[in-house]
């Protein structure tokens, strides 16, 4: 188990300060970020959703990022018990800090049952232990790795099947897919599994919009995830190998909209993502005004 993997699950264990009321840490060392990251907040009001919710597993959550998040302090989720039934239960979160709304979620439980099973065919790919490690294929581009350091800042071992996304071909089809596990030991409960599945799946979708546009070395890209859906099919363990494919299905108006599916190795669809990823070129003059959304990155073309 990695110490960043150590601090990120470190992360789902929330205080419970009031009923219905929780408080989030932040990471430290070498795990910290100038700004919060959005699975963090996405996994943490997912923890306190499902610590309200006696019967079911979250089956889907419906997320919007509000405001960039501050690292610095902790983050405060307030839990709307919306319904409780037979077979459903809804929550919504609210996630605060500074006495404002930073983050907005609802989530969808379900008290398993059978029915009938059909779904889409996993890719034929190759089989992740025949893949580079992130380490072995930044020691071959070391200079465009260096402009994407994050990638071997995560808590997760990636093996691309696609080129990363630091190599920066023009005109390149919007679309990646990658091998992914969590790098340590999640347990057993379903509930921390799925969080972790959501703190995971925010991690390198936003990238896959700037796929076809990255030719234009004179521009800068200012990049924000604005929403996040997660839908949970099958039980999975996010600690095995997940095939994760993404696409960028279209790009206007600053946004872009995105889809992904992950498959279990054995080739079980176990969750489909979507997100909407604001994607503005601006002017890298020294006083552009960046405003709060946009804080969540930049790129160069």
Do not use: K
């Not at 509930?191 to 990255?214: E, G, K, Y």
């Amino acid at each position: 188990m990695s110490r960043r993997f150590e601090a990120t699950l470190d992360l789902l264990d929330l205080e419970r300060i009031e009923v219905d009321i929780f408080r989030g840490r932040q990471p430290g060392g070498e795990a910290a970020r100038p700004r919060v990251f959005g699975g963090q907040v996405a996994a943490q009001a997912l923890m306190a959703a499902s610590c309200t919710v006696e019967a079911g597993v979250v089956h889907s959550l419906h997320s919007y990022f509000l405001r960039a998040g501050d690292p610095t302090i902790p983050i405060v989720y307030e839990v709307d018990r919306i319904r409780d039934g037979r077979s459903f239960a809804t929550r919504r979160v609210v996630a605060i800090q500074h006495g404002e709304a930073i983050f907005n979620l609802q989530a969808s439980f379900h008290v398993d049952e059978d029915g009938y099973t059909h779904q889409d065919p996993m890719p034929d790919v190759p089989a992740p232990e025949d893949l580079p490690t992130t380490a072995e294929l930044a020691a071959v581009h070391p200079d465009a790795a260096a402009r994407f350091g994050f990638i071997d800042a995560w808590p997760v071992d990636m093996r691309f099947i696609t080129d990363p996304p630091y190599l920066r071909s023009v005109g390149r089809a919007p679309e990646q897919l990658l091998w992914l596990r969590a790098d340590g030991d999640v347990g057993d409960d379903p509930v921390a599994q799925r969080c972790m599945l959501t703190f995971i799946s925010d991690m390198i979708l936003l990238s896959t919009q700037t796929l076809p546009h990255v030719g234009d070395s004179s521009a800068e890209l200012m990049m924000a995830s604005l929403d996040h859906l997660v839908w949970f099919h099958r039980p999975h363990r996010i600690d095995e190998w997940t095939l994760y494919t993404m696409r960028s299905r279209t790009a206007q108006g600053a946004r872009g909209f995105m889809t992904a599916s992950m498959f279990s190795q054995s080739g079980a669809l176990v969750a489909s993502v979507a997100q909407e990823g604001l994607m503005r070129t601006v002017a890298t003059r020294p006083d552009h005004h960046v405003g709060e959304r946009e804080l969540e990155g930049r790129t160069r073309g």
